[in-house]
């Protein structure tokens, strides 16, 4: 079964950093490129980027990629998003999926709260 | 970026109906189209891809077609459980951009 779970959310102060991780299971991750896709309280879905197998190709939405940053490490399942200088507006659901076709498993999502 | 606007914001429609959803690309994205349905407090689950293919396990009352750049959604017969928003997605072009979605309520 996949699964693939968020962690590292929780309230934060504005102009901090934080990283979320997501941990995969029951699939080869390391066969698959993974995203992350956020969706702020009561609104639609907003696409992140997405990273490839090896990590050598990332695609970030543009007005992001100053501030965030998409690793992953292969031999531990795990895709990572890093967050810095952290405002009001980044406060959402943070979803990491698996880019299948495009994305055909969500985790769970964890909330991000930015707030002094 | 491609836009993609999807209409109507929101619907409501009884058991056993038919609803359409739609989405127009601001260009070609070449059938590179995806269907989510979100139902309140979940993730996003994935129905279609490549604007007409049913991903597995998804009821065959759902259905994806293309018009050009013009994407449709169609729900057949209606379930209780079909309540829910439902967002399409290009994944043609990066950034790969959501509609803004469809709320559908059932009567």
């Known amino acids: 079964e996949v699964k693939l779970v968020e962690s590292g959310g929780g309230l934060v102060q504005p102009g901090r950093s934080l990283k979320l991780s997501c941990a995969a299971s029951?699939?080869?991750?390391?066969?698959?490129?993974m995203g992350w896709v956020r969706q702020a309280p009561g609104k639609g879905l907003e696409w992140i980027g997405e990273?490839?197998?090896?990590?050598?190709?990332?695609n970030y939405t543009p007005s992001l990629k100053d501030k965030f940053t998409i690793s992953r490490d292969n031999a531990q399942n795990t895709l990572y998003l890093q967050m810095s200088k952290l405002g009001s507006e980044d406060t959402a659901i943070y979803y990491c999926a698996r880019a299948g076709i495009p994305f055909d498993y969500w985790g769970q999502g964890v909330m991000v709260t930015v707030s002094s | 970026d491609i836009q993609m606007t999807q209409s109507p914001a929101s619907l409501s429609a009884s058991l056993g109906e038919t609803v359409t959803i739609e989405c127009l690309a601001s260009e070609d994205i070449y059938s590179n189209l995806a269907w989510y349905q979100q139902k309140p407090g979940k993730s996003p689950q994935l129905l279609i891809y490549d604007a007409s293919s049913l991903q597995d396990g998804v009821p065959s009352r759902f259905s994806g077609s293309e018009s050009g750049t013009q994407y449709s959604l169609e729900i057949n017969s209606l379930q209780s459980e079909d309540a829910a928003t439902y967002f399409c997605?290009?994944?043609?072009?990066?950034?790969?951009?959501f509609g803004s979605g469809t709320k559908l309520e059932i009567k």
């Open positions: 029951g699939f080869s991750f390391n066969d698959y490129w």
């Open positions: 997605q290009q994944h043609h072009d990066y950034p790969f951009t």
């Open positions: 990273i490839n197998q090896d990590s050598s190709t990332i």
